[in-house]
T-cell receptor, first 113, second 113 residues
Framework: NAGVTQTPKFQVLKTGQSMTLQCAQDMNHEYMSWYRQDPGMGLRLIHYSVGAGITDQGEVPNGYNVSRSTTEDFPLRLLSAAPSQTSVYFC????????????FGDGTRLSIL | GQQLNQSPQSMFIQEGEDVSMNCTSSSIFNTWLWYKQEPGEGPVLLIALYKAGELTSNGRLTAQFGITRKDSFLNISASIPSDVGIYFC?????????????FGGGTRLMVKP
């Protein structure tokens, strides 16, 4: 039982490049979410999904796209990377409600030059 | 979204000392969660609180759900070096359609052996 798995662990991009951060969970959780963590600012919600085929915006959605074609996977796409998107990105999941404790992956550390 | 304020932002203590930290909000929360994040890892749930006035322990950790429902406290007794990390409070953001979690800015704990 792997829990929440994020890939890659580290990535360096140039401004304007695109990439997809992968997230998979094997706990059959309905809810999945993406957060970014910046120094001194805690974790901020980017996008979330309450089930396959359903996504919604969080606090800081600009510059990011998501999709949820299966229960297990919730990829985060940066269409045109900007230096302001340099951050640590965490994927999380919970069983069937947003206010339940979230299970987090180990993060993707993204640097944009 | 709803804001959570954590204090102190950082603490540098001697091994064996007790630690207290708190989290406050201008609005009412129905759930308080406390997480710990160690370097290079995602946050891990420590304690979940669901009822005003509730006091819950997890080993040397004790957390309380404030009576006003606008605050929560985490205490660590007899600190040890492995307590080092960032401690986050979190609660469901009712301004978010999915009731997803919002996080405080964290308290960074450093323990001197």
């Amino acid at each position: 039982n792997a829990g929440v798995t994020q890939t890659p662990k580290f990535q360096v991009l140039k401004t304007g490049q695109s990439m997809t951060l992968q997230c998979a969970q094997d706990m059959n959780h309905e809810y999945m979410s993406w957060y970014r963590q910046d120094p001194g600012m805690g974790l901020r919600l980017i996008h979330y999904s309450v089930g396959a085929g359903i996504t919604d915006q969080g606090e800081v959605p600009n510059g990011y796209n998501v999709s949820r074609s299966t229960t297990e996977d919730f990829p985060l796409r940066l269409l045109s990377a900007a230096p302001s998107q340099t951050s640590v990105y965490f994927c999380a999941s919970s069983l069937n409600r947003g206010d339940q404790p979230q299970h987090f992956g180990d993060g993707t550390r993204l640097s944009i030059l | 979204g709803q804001q959570l304020n954590q204090s102190p932002q950082s603490m540098f203590i001697q091994e064996g000392e007790d630690v207290s930290m708190n989290c406050t909000s201008s609005s009412i929360f129905n759930t308080w969660l406390w997480y710990k994040q160690e370097p290079g890892e995602g946050p891990v749930l420590l304690i979940a609180l669901y009822k005003a006035g509730e006091l819950t322990s997890n080993g040397r950790l004790t957390a309380q759900f404030g009576i006003t429902r606008k605050d929560s406290f985490l205490n660590i007794s007899a600190s040890i070096p492995s307590d080092v990390g960032i401690y986050f409070c979190a609660g469901p953001d009712r301004e978010n359609a999915g009731n997803m979690l919002t996080f405080g800015g964290g308290t960074r704990l450093m323990v001197k052996p």
